[in-house]
C-alpha cells in the first residue's frame, strides 16, 4: 500500500510545470483565441519537445510508453494553464485507442509515431459527447458508430462549428458515413475499447478540473491579498478567507479519488469505472465551487473581459459536461451503490 | 503508487477480524456517559488491551504492537466493521499518548503509557475555560509553584469523560505576568486530589459526557508536568496537531454509517424516493466516506516517506465534521415522523441509534477547534492569506 506518486513521475510533473509557467502566460492564450483555430501551431511544436506528445505512445513506436498515471499529473498542469489545446486527446486517448486496435498494424505505424513526434491531431467521436472537439484540425478522427470504430479522414467528415462561451473550445458537429472501409474494429472488441477510451476521458477531465480549481483559488489568493478595502487586505477578512478554505478543503479531498481513478485504471480493476465516474464528480464539484468562490472575491473584477479568472472558469464550466455530465456519472456511481452485494463499508475501498 | 496490500497487511487484517469476531459484545454496551456504560467500556479496554490491541501504534514495550500507520488504518476498518463498542479512552490513547512519546521522560512513559493501554487510567481533557473556548490562549487557571509542587486554582469546562475519569490532562497558566500563549504549562493530575469539584454538564442527549471542575488550591507535583515549564503551548498545539487530524476520527468509522446509510435508504426506498434529492444525499454520503478514506491513505502514505503534515489536518477536520453531519441528517430525513423516536419507543422499529449520532453529529464542527477556527487555520496557513 503506497499512495504517492514515483519520483520520476513528479519529476516529470515538475519540468512541464516550469515549462508552461514560461510558455503559457494568460497574455498568449489571449493571443491564441483571436486566431482562427483557435490553436498555436508554435505551442504544439513545444510541447512535443517536452516529451508530452510521445506519454502514452508504446516505445516500439518511438514513444515512451507511459500510461494513465503519468497523464493524471500533466492533466493537472494542462488544466492549471488552460492549455487552448485538445493535447490529451490526441497524446493519451487516440494514442491508447490506436495501440489496442486489433492487428491493423498499418494504421499504428502510420499514426503512432506522428503523434509521437507531435505532428498529428487526431480527433475523438463518442455518443456521450454530441460535438467533436477540435475536429477541423484533425489529420484523422476515430468515430464511434454503434461501437464499431472507424478510423476517418478530415476530407470524409462533414463539419460545423458550434462555437462556445470558452474562446479556446473548438466544437463541431460532425456528419459521415460509416463503411467497411472505414471501420478498424469491430463492435465486439471496439465494445471494450470505447469503454477505455471514455474512462481515461473522463479521468483526464477531472484531472483538469483539479489543475483549473487550484488555479482559480490561487488567483483568488493572490487578488484577495493584494485588493483593499477597510484600509486592509480583503484577504484579512474571515468572511473571506473561508470562502476560499472552503474550496482548499474540495480539492483536498478530490484529488486522492482522482489518483485513485487513476490507478484503478492502470491497473485495470473491475469497479475503476465507478472510481473514475466519482473522480469525475468531485473534481467538477471543486472546479465549479472554485469558480464561484474566486468570482466573488474578486468582486466586480471577476465579471470583466480583462481578469484573468474568466478563462479557467469558462473552461471549468465547460468540462463539467465533457465526456460525461454529472447525471451520467452519478448514474454509474449508483448503479454500484445500490447494487445488491456491493462492497461498500470499511476495508471495501481497494477491492 | 501500489493500491494494493501487501501479504503481511492482509495477514494482519485477518488476524483483527478474527480476534474482534470472538470478541465484540454482542449486545451493544450501555452509553459511557452513564455510570455504567462507564465501566462496561472501561472492561472493554481491558479485554482489548488482553489481545494487545488497545494500542496497535504504541511500541511493544509499553502495551502496543508497534504498528505503522497503515496497519492501524487496517486495524480502525476492521474494529468499525465489527460493530465494537466506542472508546472511552480516545482522548489518552489518541491524543495525549503521541505527545507523551514526543515530549514525556523515560519514567512518565512507563508510569502513563502502560496503564492507559489496559483502561485502569481513563482520562479526560481539561483545556477549556469558561473564558478560553476557540481562543485557547486565553487560559487563566493557574498553577503557582510551591517547592516540588504547582498549587491549581481556577476552572476547566467542557472537560469530556470528566465525570467519571481517572486522570486529567490539560494547560495551566504557571506565569502569572505571562499573556497570551506564553507562560503557559502541560500537567497531568490525577483527578481524585483534595480540592477538586467536578460538576457534571447534561449534554443535549441528557446524558453527562463532559463536565465542570473546579481547582481549589489543588496540588500536583511538578513531575507531573510534561516538558517544561511554560513550553505549554507548544506540546499542546502537538497533541492538536496531526494526530488530532489523522488519528481523532478514522475513516473506518464514517465508511460504515455510509454503508448503514445505504441500507437504510434501499429498506426505505419506497418512502424515500419521494424527495429524490434523499438519494442524491445519500449518494454524497457514501462518495465522502470513500474520499476521506483514500485521503488518509495518502496522508499515511506521504508521512511513511518522511513527509510532515501542518495545516492540511484543518482540511479533515471540516471534512469529516460535515460529513457526519449529511449522514445523519439524511437518515433522519428517511425515517421520516419516526426519526424522533428514542430507541425504546414501542414503535420505533428499525429506527436504531440514528437519532443519537445524529445529536453527537451537531457537536462535530465545534469541538476539537471549530470549523471556523480551522478555516483560519488553512487560510492563514496553507493558503498564505493575510492575519485578520
Not at chain 1, 454509474?332 to 470499511?346: C, N
Not at chain 2, 425515517?335 to 462535530?364: C, K, T
Request: proline fraction near 4%; charge should be neutral; charged fraction near 25%.
Amino acid at each position: 500500500m503506497d499512495f504517492t506518486f514515483e519520483e520520476q513521475q513528479v519529476a516529470f510533473r515538475d519540468a512541464v510545470r516550469k515549462f508552461l509557467m514560461v510558455e503559457a502566460a494568460p497574455e498568449m492564450l489571449r493571443e491564441i483565441w483571436e486566431t482562427e483555430s483557435g490553436r498555436s501551431r508554435d505551442l504544439r511544436a513545444k510541447l512535443a519537445d517536452q516529451g508530452i506528445t510521445a506519454l502514452s505512445v508504446p516505445e516500439e513506436f518511438g514513444g515512451i510508453g507511459l500510461g494513465d498515471l503519468d497523464w493524471v499529473l500533466i492533466n493537472q498542469e494542462l488544466g492549471y494553464y488552460a492549455i487552448p489545446d485538445s493535447l490529451s486527446d490526441t497524446a493519451y486517448l487516440a494514442a491508447w485507442l490506436l495501440t489496442r486496435l486489433p492487428s491493423d498494424i498499418s494504421l499504428k505505424k502510420a499514426w503512432l509515431p506522428r503523434i509521437a513526434n507531435g505532428t498529428a491531431r487526431i480527433a475523438l467521436g463518442h455518443p456521450v459527447n454530441p460535438f467533436v472537439a477540435d475536429a477541423q484540425l484533425a489529420d484523422l478522427l476515430l468515430l464511434w458508430h454503434n461501437d464499431e470504430v472507424h478510423a476517418v479522414q478530415r476530407d470524409q467528415v462533414k463539419l460545423s462549428f458550434n462555437p462556445s462561451i470558452e474562446m479556446s473550445r473548438r466544437l463541431y458537429k460532425v456528419e459521415w458515413t460509416p463503411s467497411d472501409a472505414t471501420r478498424v474494429a469491430p463492435a465486439r472488441i471496439g465494445r471494450d475499447l470505447w469503454e477505455g477510451v471514455l474512462n481515461r476521458a473522463a479521468l483526464a477531465v477531472s484531472a483538469q478540473q483539479l489543475g483549473l480549481a487550484q488555479r482559480m483559488l490561487d488567483l483568488g489568493i493572490d487578488h484577495s491579498a493584494q485588493r483593499k478595502q477597510f484600509g486592509k487586505p480583503i484577504g484579512s477578512f474571515q468572511a473571506v478567507k473561508h470562502q476560499l478554505a472552503d474550496v482548499a478543503v474540495k480539492i483536498e479531498f478530490a484529488k486522492p479519488v482522482v489518483f485513485r481513478a487513476a490507478q484503478a485504471l492502470a491497473t485495470n480493476r473491475p469497479r475503476a469505472a465507478v472510481h473514475v465516474s466519482h473522480a469525475k464528480l468531485a473534481a467538477c464539484e471543486a472546479a465549479w465551487l472554485s469558480a464561484r468562490r474566486s468570482m466573488q472575491v474578486h468582486g466586480a473584477m471577476g465579471y470583466t473581459w480583462e481578469a484573468d479568472l474568466q478563462m479557467f472558469m469558462k473552461r471549468a464550466w465547460a468540462l463539467d459536461a465533457a465526456w460525461g455530465d454529472r447525471a451520467f456519472h452519478k448514474t454509474r456511481v449508483a448503479k454500484f451503490i445500490f447494487a445488491e452485494g456491493s462492497e461498500l463499508g470499511p476495508g471495501d475501498t481497494f477491492n | 503508487m501500489r493500491l494494493e496490500y501487501t501479504d503481511r497487511q492482509q495477514r494482519f487484517r485477518q488476524e483483527v477480524r478474527d480476534w474482534l469476531e470472538q470478541h465484540v459484545p454482542k449486545q451493544p454496551l450501555r452509553s459511557f456517559d452513564t455510570e455504567e456504560g462507564f465501566a462496561d467500556h472501561r472492561a472493554w479496554e481491558g479485554k482489548l488491551a488482553g489481545g494487545r490491541w488497545s494500542a496497535v501504534t504504541w511500541p511493544k514495550e509499553v502495551g502496543g504492537r508497534g504498528c505503522d500507520l497503515i496497519e492501524w488504518l487496517i486495524f480502525e476498518e476492521e474494529y468499525w466493521r465489527a460493530g465494537a463498542p466506542l472508546r472511552v479512552n480516545q482522548n489518552g490513547i489518541f491524543l495525549l499518548a503521541p505527545t507523551l512519546m514526543e515530549y514525556g521522560t523515560e519514567e512518565q512513559k512507563q508510569r502513563f503509557l502502560p496503564r492507559m493501554a489496559t483502561g485502569e487510567d481513563i482520562w479526560a481533557q481539561g483545556w477549556s475555560e469558561p473564558g478560553a473556548g476557540s481562543d485557547m490562549a486565553a487560559i487563566r487557571c493557574k498553577a503557582v509553584r510551591d517547592g516540588d509542587h504547582y498549587v491549581i486554582s481556577g476552572q476547566k469546562t467542557w472537560s469530556t469523560r470528566a465525570v467519571w475519569a481517572d486522570w486529567l490532562f490539560g494547560l495551566f497558566r504557571t506565569d502569572p505576568e505571562s499573556v497570551r500563549h506564553h507562560g503557559l504549562t502541560f500537567i497531568l493530575l490525577p483527578l481524585n486530589l483534595p480540592g477538586i469539584t467536578i460538576r457534571p454538564v447534561q449534554q443535549l442527549n441528557g446524558q453527562t459526557g463532559f463536565a465542570e471542575i473546579f481547582f481549589d488550591e489543588v496540588r500536583v507535583p511538578v513531575h507531573n508536568r510534561l516538558a517544561d515549564e511554560g513550553a505549554g503551548w507548544q506540546v499542546a498545539m502537538a497533541t492538536a496537531g496531526f494526530e488530532r487530524g489523522l488519528m481523532l476520527r478514522s475513516p473506518g468509522r464514517f465508511q460504515q454509517t455510509a454503508k448503514s446509510l445505504v441500507e437504510l435508504y434501499l429498506r426505505h426506498q419506497a418512502h424515500a424516493d419521494a424527495d429524490p434529492s434523499v438519494r442524491d444525499a445519500v449518494m454524497q454520503s457514501w462518495m465522502g466516506a470513500e474520499a476521506y478514506a483514500l485521503a488518509t491513505y495518502r496522508t499515511a502514505s506521504r508521512m511513511a516517506k518522511g513527509a510532515q503534515i501542518g495545516a492540511e489536518a484543518s482540511t479533515n477536520k471540516i471534512f469529516w465534521s460535515e460529513l457526519d453531519l449529511l449522514m445523519h441528517e439524511t437518515a433522519m430525513r428517511i425515517l421520516g415522523a419516526r426519526a424522533e423516536l428514542m430507541p425504546h419507543a414501542p414503535d420505533a422499529g428499525d429506527i436504531g441509534n440514528w437519532l443519537d449520532g445524529f445529536l453527537f453529529a451537531q457537536a462535530g464542527p465545534i469541538y476539537a477547534g471549530t470549523n471556523e477556527i480551522q478555516r483560519n487555520i488553512i487560510a492563514e496557513r496553507m493558503l498564505g492569506l493575510p492575519r485578520s
